[in-house]
């Protein structure tokens, strides 16, 4: 007979035999779960919750949680089998965003009082994989803490491309859902929340049908700026254009509180990259859909911004060094941390520049045979494979080709212009190792990282009214490309693949 699995919060349910482990089901349905260490039973991250009848814990689940998580029903997805009909809710665990990728509030806020009455707002980046959420202190302007969670929505896929499609499927309800389960919580004496996402993050969150960014000719059927009251009142930034979201004006916002005024390039390298140029001729935008990879997702041992991720690799006699977030033993990599890998990966020949990875080198003893799955073993939790190499080159591309068809715009194909990387793991990017990649050009100068300037220009609005008006008017100035259309750009984006500096 079969048994009934209710996946709690997704609206959904399996039938299957009795005797099927959970992983198994969790990849069969396509729902986007992490199984960081590929099922194996050793990270312990696909941490799911049996509301009822939960199967008796495994010998690795008793050594991976706690008592009392076992007692509230906590197993692993990758050691549960299924006997009888339950109910599972999948948990995403929160954690305190690094405070190196976010500035200091002072000096990046307007002058003028908040945009509404009220002694604590919160701010949120919105991103496509990761939820990025701050709480303010509105009288004294000050920033009492900021967490990271996963987005619920992963589950309905981790690219913008999936979440449109599975919004359209019928699912955009069910994914605002999931998205407030998360944040109210979170709420606790706070009278509004401030909201900087991409075009599609907040078009779903203001419950907007999701068709026209998918098909050609694509539009927008939300502009941003504008205040929401329910569930809890919100506002939501303005867009910058069809598929260049809020998260871009705030980097723009950020950028000119900050001062900037001379030519320069911002990147913002997240699922959903942007790409802006500016100079004395105007300020040009496009997207980049680079999928997860920047953010350590997607990847074999990615596990984001968490605890126990590396950071930076270098080299040391006789193997590898791994820098990781609050020096705790590594555990997978972030985004900084993958692009580290294949940098130092390049430069020791163990990469060529078409991507393809080579069996030499004094890295040589870390390889595993292909019947181990093959690619790098670096340590438990830290595998590296072609395919994981293949990811970063599409993500490169996207950004590397964006910025070939904006800078001859700009003027500053040529020219030596200053560089703003943004993103949450931007503050721990090395220059030299985006030019070892081929992202950006050799005759960039000053690199300044910003962090998450996603959430720092929601706080900004959050914390001034001042600051709310201006970003409409930096939004307006701002002319957006549509890459696609560009003579020559699928030359342009398969030329851009390589690690080639350029």
Known sequence: MDVRIVWEGLDRETLTHPGVRLSYLLIKEGIDFPLPCGGEGICGKCRVRFLENPPAPSDVEKKLLSPRDIQQGVRLACCSVVTQDARVELLHGAYAVPPETLLPLKGLVCSGPP?????????????????????????????EEALALPNPQSLWGRDVVSRVKAAMEGNRE????????????QIRGCSYMVVSGNSVMETLLAGYPLDSLARYPFRAPFAGGEWREEPFPHY?????GCFVGGDAASLILLLDVMGVREKGVALDLGTNAEVLVWSSRGMWAASAPAGPAFEGMGISSGIGLSPGAVMMVEREKGGLYFKTINGESPEGFCGSGFVSLVSLLLREGVIDPSGRMKEEGELSPFWRSRREGGGLFLGPGLSFTQEDVRKLQLAKGAV????????????????AFSLYVAG??????????LVTLGLIPRWVGEVVTLGNASLMGAEAVALSEGCLRRV?????RVKVVDLVNQDKYQEIYLESLSFEPW
């Open 115 to 143: 945009p509404r009455s009220g002694s604590k707002a919160l701010a949120l980046d919105l991103g496509t994989t990761t939820l990025a959420l701050s709480r303010l202190d509105l009288h004294g302007r000050e920033r």
């Open 236 to 240: 939501l930034m303005p867009l910058v």
């Open 472 to 476: 409409g008017e930096l939004v307006s």
């Open 424 to 433: 949450a793991f931007g503050s721990s990017l090395e220059p030299h190792d």
């Open 400 to 415: 590397t080709s964006a910025l070939k068809v904006l800078l001859p715009l700009a003027g500053l194909d040529k020219e």
């Open 174 to 185: 069910a994914m605002v859902r999931a998205f407030w389960r998360i944040v109210l919580p």
